[in-house]
């Protein structure tokens, strides 16, 4: 398959998702739940997003898509205004004030709808180019994000939102608690024990995708590098690999 | 710097998201929201209990206290009924004088009718004077009156409802002056009278 082919399977694959998930009666069932709207919406919303930005971030170099990338990037020195924006619009979307309005009132919905989205999207452009130390800054805060916010959704007393049954508040509060140690073991495998070991036999066994899986480790994508590599490239040679990137998007 | 303008405007969109980071419940939003600024209510109807109809406009009282009911229910609203029945002693000498008057709205249009809500101030040993209940006239009308209160119903999968109970105090402007908590019979009550002394001056 040529690039360009990949490049929009990868977004029409994002797309339809978003609009699978705007669907009416998706979005009806989704939202019915706050387990559901939070833990399963959201992060398939933000999916989508991080999804198309990959896929934007490999377009050729050149192409108006890559112009339009490099422009963009200017504004998104090592990765902090993407990340931050991002983290803004993620934690505001699991307050209890917003996901009621979400719920209940469907132009509020439809602002969730762009801008979680984007926020994928910024977390897809923003990654590769984020120091190494920030990365892990970010996977703590991530961490400690769902801890909060289980922990207080777990314990609260009262329904914190109008919208959704005590009991499926807790019940969510008790799954951000999961995703939290679930986030944390996932985030510190790698650089404790190598590539999961599934996805390791993978690489070797697909040896036509070396070209990608190369220059997918030049963009610093998460979880495609071996970790002795990891060891011997600490934070200034993230930042190189990330000058390549920026090299190559401005060709 | 792009950074910086990120962070200020995330900063700022989290101010405008929960009222200067005062209410992250949309309950505690639209208690802030009532003591801000008094909201209109519109001139919504209901059928009364003990006959007849009137707009909230036309109910008698200076002061209506207005809480939203169901009569099946058997947690909160039950204990909304034994607050409404002190409240009607506590208040009886303003309510007497007809400047006060406890309202009670079943949102359970189907189910309640006049009898069950006439039961249902009975259960809670009170008598008519100064607290009529009703029910809007139509589905749509039950909607009308829960969103012009800002209160949100869900069925709670065993066959009654969940919402946010709570005591509204609405002035002689018929607008929403402030929402007080179900437990808190002090604060409704001083709530009432503050508008009341406020009309004496």
């Known amino acids: ?251 | 710097m792009a950074a910086a303008l990120a962070c200020a405007a995330g900063l700022v969109a989290a101010h405008a998201a929960t009222d200067g980071f005062r209410a992250y419940t949309l309950e505690s939003a639209r208690r802030l929201q009532a003591l801000r600024a008094a909201a209109s209510l519109p001139d919504l109807a209901l059928e009364l209990a003990d006959g007849g109809r009137a707009r909230l406009s036309a109910l008698p009282g200076r002061v209506l206290l207005v809480d939203f009911i169901y009569t099946r229910c058997e947690t909160y609203c039950t204990a909304l009924g034994s607050v409404y029945a002190q409240l009607q002693q506590r208040l009886g000498e303003a309510i007497a004088a007809g400047e006060v008057q406890l309202v009670s709205v079943t949102f359970d249009r189907e189910r309640d009718g006049a009898a069950e809500l006439r039961a249902y101030r009975a259960r809670h040993g009170a008598q008519r004077p100064g607290w009529a209940l009703g029910r809007p006239e139509s589905p749509a009308d039950v909607q009308r009156w829960l969103n012009a209160f800002g209160v949100v119903v869900i069925p709670d999968k065993l066959g009654g409802y969940a919402h946010n109970a709570a005591i509204h105090v609405v002035g002689p402007d018929r607008k929403l002056a402030a929402i007080v908590d179900v437990a808190d019979l002090d604060g409704a009550e001083a709530a009432a009278r503050a508008i009341l002394a406020r009309g004496k001056r």
């Open chain 1, 1 to 251: 398959m040529t690039r360009e082919a990949d490049l929009l399977r990868d977004t029409v694959w994002a797309v339809s998702v978003w609009i699978v998930l705007g669907a009416p009666a998706v979005r009806a069932l989704l939202e019915a739940s706050m387990m559901l709207h939070m833990l399963v919406q959201l992060p398939l919303l933000a999916g989508a997003g991080y999804y198309a930005g990959a896929a934007w971030r490999r377009s050729r170099p050149g192409s108006a898509a890559a112009r339009l990338l490099s422009a963009v990037q200017s504004f998104n020195a090592g990765g902090a205004t993407g990340i931050l924006a991002a983290s803004f619009v993620m934690v505001l979307w699991m307050l209890p004030r917003c996901l009621d309005l979400a719920r209940l009132d469907p132009a509020v919905d439809a602002i969730k709808f762009v801008s979680v989205p984007l926020a994928g999207l910024a977390v897809a452009l923003s990654w590769p180019r984020l120091p190494a130390v920030l990365r892990g800054v970010v996977h703590l805060e991530v961490i400690a994000t769902l801890l909060r916010f289980g922990w207080g959704y777990l314990a609260a007393e009262e329904r914190l939102c109008l919208a959704y049954l005590a009991g499926d508040q807790q019940r969510t509060g008790e799954w951000l608690l999961w995703l939290a140690a679930a986030y944390a073991i996932a985030a510190a495998w790698r650089p404790m024990f190598g590539p999961w070991p599934p996805l390791r036999r993978a690489r070797a066994g697909a040896p036509a995708d070396s070209a990608q899986s190369a220059k997918a480790h030049n963009d610093g994508a998460p979880g495609r590098a071996h970790p002795a590599q990891v060891i011997e490239m600490p934070g200034p040679n993230t930042r190189e690999a990330d000058g390549m990137t920026i090299a190559r998007e401005r060709v």
